[in-house]
């Protein structure tokens, strides 16, 4: 792999790849300890002209340095010398609130258990780093990763800082919030199912940790009378530390879904990474089947086809819940639970890390509402009991 020359940072003034607007670029701070990834990651992000506004081999440097470079996004490494990156990630954030961090780490079970850490303390996402050795289009899919979710919590975070760009740069300055989204031409609610939903659905993507930790913790109040199934897009091992964090969050049971396993009432079930999670139908009743068929919204697993699976096993006995997260996945697979006859609720766009996943549900006009991630967790109880919600 080459390695570029000078470390100094580089800035692209090229219009178009990064915004189809003339706005300044997406600034861009690199924090790693290897000098072949910081060259190769500021090559990549250039090359689609956002600006790299400083690189750093340690937490210590990034914190030093975080307020004069004034980034939209910071690029953490969780594995450095001198101060790696969780113990970097909360100074960063004090120092410069509003900053979209996105940790970068192996995809070891402890790198996934420090992630998520990570993204309960403030992190906007994860980037796992390929192993190149066992997938020949690892490092392709890395490269769209980056670059994508670059673009994306870049141009999320200036939606909500403050207008000022003195007081951007201020330490203490506070991100101005998203304007909330209500239903208007392009959003129109339709009523929920007329029955008790037998079955809870919940698809996420970036942002969605934190969500789910937040709607799993407003659940624990009451037991759940129906089996819940959580599609989050994550890769192998991220995913079966998620569900030991749900299922502390909620204190319900919580697993990876194995292939044939029964679906029981009270219990959670999260898709494994790498795999699409669907539910059928058996002789004594629904059963997990996980297959590895084609990436679904460029997906694996995707929230569709377990949505659609659901509805087929439940019919109109479905309540299908879509929080925060980049792209389309969840569109069709609400719109089928809702012209089923059941519910699907959408995170707003206030609460929402990015608006996409939910923001595309919303459209499609699947949705009986759109609200806070704060609200949802009663929303569910009220309609799983069956109390006037």
Known sequence: MAILGSEAPSVSRRAGAASASAAAPIRVMIVDDSVVVRSLLRRWLTAEGIEICSVHRSGREAIDAIVQSNPDVVILDIEMPDMDGITALPLILERQP????????????????????????????????????????????FHADLVNKVRVLGSRRRDRQPASPARARTPQAAAAPARAVRPGPDIVLRAPGR????????????GGPQALGELFRALKSRPLPVPVFVTQHMPPNF????????????????????????????????????????VGGSGSGPVIEINSEPPVNFCRPAVDPLFQSL????????????????????????L?????GGTVLAQDEASSVVWGMPGQV????????????????PKILSLVSGAAA
Not at 261 to 273: C, E, F, L, Q, T
Not at 323 to 334: C, E, H, I, Q, R
């Open 98 to 141: 509003g900053v979209a961090v996105l940790m970068a780490s192996s995809m070891t079970r402890r790198n996934a258990e420090i992630s998520i850490r990570c993204l309960s303390m403030g992190a906007a996402d994860f980037l796992p780093k390929p192993d190149v050795t066992r997938d020949a289009n690892a490092t392709e899919d």
């Open 336 to 340: 089928a639970v809702a012209n089923a």
């Open 239 to 278: 995913t079966a530390v998620l569900a030991e964090h749900i299922g502390s969050a909620s204190g319900m049971p919580a697993w990876e879904g194995v292939q044939g396993m029964p679906v029981r009432p009270g219990h959670i079930y999260v898709a494994p990474g790498g795999f699409h999670m669907v």
């Open 195 to 206: 029955l008790r939903p037998r079955a809870l659905a919940i698809g996420s993507s970036t």
């Open 311 to 334: 509805v087929a096993v439940y019919g109109p006995a479905v309540l299908a819940v879509v929080l925060t997260g980049m792209g389309n996945d969840g569109a069709l697979g609400g």
């Open 362 to 377: 919303a459209q499609a006009g699947a949705c009986a509402a759109v609200l806070p991630i704060k609200d949802i967790g």
